[in-house]
């Protein structure tokens, strides 16, 4: 299994819900990360998790959650979301945090704040 | 701040090379450029990526100028499938491991 699973594919939500990401990987990959991408824009890192611990905060506000249960599965609980929040989230593995031996992105999660 | 400059489209005719360039000006030694697609409404793909020497895979061909502060990737016989839009990457364990985005290329294959 070479893929990077993400559920669900399209959501929307309302500004005082509550929903949860869903990212799961079989690589055996150490390391996992979420991304942010607004339309026409690269993606922008959010967290990085290496060895299931959470290594890397780029400054996102606490309306994100981060969680990884264990080494397969890298869950984002958002809550209070904004409409500006709308984007497509992406999640990825590396065999390392280095990585070095490349990303492997899944197809998004493409999240309407309404 | 993104430490790479691409030409923000480009077409190409199917079954031609598709040469698209990457400016890296100030990439430091331990550096390594990567390139990754992305598709529409699809998560971004790895293609390649090198340090100094060219670097070819299956997918595509990676040339580096031998003074480092440009690139370019060659897909040598594009194909429709190939329209996306190509990211040019710096990425070293330095930068806390993380990849510097471009803004990338948007390449077009045309029939």
């Known amino acids: 299994d070479t893929e990077v699973t993400q559920t669900p594919k399209h959501l929307v939500m309302g500004m005082t819900n509550k929903k949860s990401l869903k990212c799961e990987q079989h690589?055996?990959?150490?390391?996992m990360y979420w991304y942010k991408q607004k339309a026409k824009k690269p993606p922008e890192l959010m967290f990085v998790?290496?060895?299931?611990?959470?290594?890397i905060n780029e400054s996102v506000p606490s309306r994100f959650s981060p969680e990884c249960p264990n080494s397969s599965l890298l869950n984002l609980h958002l809550h209070a979301l904004q409409p500006e929040d709308s984007a497509l989230y992406l999640c990825?593995?590396?065999?390392?945090?280095?990585?070095?031996?490349?990303?492997?992105f899944g197809s998004g999660t493409r999240l309407t704040v309404v | 701040d993104a430490k790479t400059t691409q030409p923000p489209s480009m077409d190409c005719a199917e079954g031609r090379a598709a040469n698209l360039p990457c400016n890296h000006s100030?990439?430091?030694?331990?550096?390594?450029v990567y390139w990754y697609r992305q598709i529409h409404s699809q998560g971004p793909q790895y293609i390649i990526h090198?340090?100094?020497?060219?670097e070819t895979n299956e997918m595509a061909s990676l040339i580096i100028t031998e003074d480092r502060k440009s690139s370019t990737l060659i897909l040598p016989h594009a194909t429709l499938r190939d329209t996306a839009v190509y990211y040019c990457?710096?990425?070293?364990?330095?930068?806390?491991?993380?990849?510097?985005w471009g803004l990338g290329t948007s390449l077009a294959v045309n029939p």
């Open positions: 990457i710096v990425w070293s364990a330095g930068n806390n491991r993380k990849l510097i």
């Open positions: 090198g340090l100094k020497n060219n």
């Open positions: 690589m055996g990959h150490r390391a």
């Open positions: 100030t990439i430091s030694g331990n550096e390594y």
């Open positions: 998790y290496s060895y299931e611990k959470l290594s």
């Open positions: 990825a593995s590396s065999p390392f945090t280095t990585g070095h031996y490349g990303y492997t």
